[in-house]
């Protein structure tokens, strides 16, 4: 009687990554995810690098434009080498749909891993770091006192009988939006923690 092999315990995910190098288009890499770590080829460098000496994972929406939706981006961080960035997006930074659920599903099954293996203390965090973030805050303070008094100029304009209603309610509308889309930003980036077994879907890519 012939014996079956064994069920690979590995899945195979096709992303666009990086290592916090600059680069004008994004790498595309399969990533193989085990219970041991996570191996994948960039830079004509390839290996595995084990879960035991991941330290850190942040999990962080990325702001594709007002008429854009929502990307994610998951930063992996090792005792040792440098960090390995894993985007939803495609190549060139834009939305594509079949990328948003190969990430998702990448990361669900990451932290499934993560959490069976009883790896080490690895810090779960979501947002942005705290400088970025506060100096994120400042710009939406600055922005929203140039396109406030704008609105308000255009919202004067109208009341005033200057302008026709149909004339205003464009450009209120378009700052309205901006301001929308501005406060969005500050939410989903702000900095905290999440536990691993409840991943924080608010950021996911849309």
Same mark, same amino acid.
């Given at each position: 009687?012939?014996?079956?092999?064994? @069920?690979?315990?590995? #899945?195979?995910? =096709?992303?666009?990554?990086?290592?916090?190098?600059?680069?004008?288009?994004?790498?595309?890499?399969?990533l193989t995810l085990s219970d041991?770590?996570?191996?994948?080829?960039?830079?004509?460098?390839?290996?595995?690098?084990?879960?035991?000496?991941l330290t850190g994972v942040r999990l962080q929406a990325v702001n594709g434009g007002p008429?854009?939706?929502?990307?994610?981006?998951?930063e992996l961080t090792f005792s040792s080498g440098r960090p390995l960035f894993v985007h939803s997006s495609s190549p060139w930074g834009v939305d594509d @749909?079949?990328?948003? #659920?190969?990430? =998702?599903?990448?990361?669900e099954d990451l932290h499934r891993r993560l959490v069976a293996g009883g790896h080490g203390p690895i810090a779960f965090r979501r947002g942005i770091p705290e400088g970025r973030h506060r100096f994120l805050i400042v710009v939406a303070?600055?922005?929203?006192?140039?396109?406030?008094?704008?609105?308000?100029?255009?919202l004067y304009i109208g009341l005033s009988g200057r302008a026709g209603f149909f004339e205003v309610i464009g450009p209120l509308i378009g700052v309205g939006g901006l301001g929308f889309w501005i406060l969005a930003s500050v939410v989903k980036s702000a900095p905290g923690t999440y536990d691993p077994r409840q991943l924080p879907r608010d950021i996911f890519p849309e």
């Open positions: 009687m012939q014996v079956e092999p064994a @069920p690979s315990n590995e #899945t195979r995910y =096709t992303l666009c990554v990086g290592n916090g190098a600059a680069r004008l288009k994004l790498a595309e890499a399969e041991e770590g996570i191996a994948y080829e960039l830079d004509g460098r390839a290996g595995l690098r084990p879960f035991a000496k008429r854009s939706p929502w990307e994610a981006l998951a @749909p079949k990328r948003d #659920t190969v990430f =998702t599903a990448f990361i303070l600055i922005a929203a006192v140039v396109f406030g008094g704008a609105g308000l100029m255009v």
